[in-house]
């Protein structure tokens, strides 16, 4: 698999879950998600991804088959009976088509047939997102902002800011939702992995970021006590 240069993403930052017992696979595929500047949670058997897929939000699963703990149908079963839609996308060695069809009438949105290059499930995960949000369009226009987040670029008041990577993505969750209130463990669940040694405070820091960004702006973000956050037009 070729980890050479981050790819730019036309929608935004994700958050995945990985469920792959194969070391060696697990790491290329988080490494390069990384490197394009996502999150994302490993799980080595279906124990651990029913453990990480009841505690936490993800845009995307990258599933699995042949696990452990038995076979990846049986989570992707079980995730589609409890009235989840998270995408899932299956990692199979299996190339019948009586499976790759018993696959996507169990509920998986897409899969990829290993081995497989990087580049192939990088644009399977992008068709996959479009497809669930009706919408190929980046750019996000609210009071007198611009934002663009395949760019990482804010424009404010005839200005354009470079925004780095988490404050990226928490501007991305929060102006896509104006008026809605987020929780700090919510956002910090959706910022950052189980295996990022940081704390909670850690939100703080990048919602003061944000507010300097935004100073000059209509938009404001709102400390509700207690609550958490919200973002505000004047």
């Known amino acids: 698999m070729n980890l050479s240069q981050p790819t730019v993403w036309p929608d935004y930052t994700m958050k995945f879950l990985l469920v792959e017992d194969n070391e060696e696979l697990a790491h290329a595929i988080s490494t390069r998600m990384q490197l394009d500047g996502h999150v994302i949670d490993h799980a080595i058997n279906i124990a651990d991804a029913i453990a990480y897929s009841e505690a936490g939000e993800y845009d995307l699963i990258l599933l699995d088959i042949m696990l452990p703990d038995g076979d990846g149908r049986d989570f992707l079963s079980r995730h589609r009976d409890g009235q989840k839609d998270t995408p899932v996308i299956v990692l199979t ?13 169990l509920g998986a949105d897409d899969y990829v047939t290993k081995p497989f290059d990087h580049a192939e499930l990088q644009a399977r ?23 663009d987040p395949v760019a990482g670029h804010l424009s404010v008041a005839g200005s354009t800011i470079v925004l780095r990577n988490r404050e990226l993505r928490l501007l991305e969750l929060l102006i896509n939702a104006p008026g809605n209130i987020f929780s700090k463990q919510k956002l910090f669940d959706r910022l950052f992995s189980y295996d990022d040694d940081v704390s909670e405070n850690a939100i703080e820091v990048y919602i003061a970021r944000l507010r300097k960004h935004l100073d000059k702006s209509r938009l404001n973000i709102t400390t509700l006590r207690g609550l958490g956050y919200r973002l505000d037009e004047e």
């Open 125 to 147: 995960c992008r068709a996959v997102l479009r497809r669930r949000s009706g919408t190929s369009q980046t750019l996000i226009k609210l009071a007198d902002v611009e934002f």
């Open 93 to 105: 060695a299996r190339s019948q088509v009586s499976d790759r069809i018993s696959m996507l009438d």
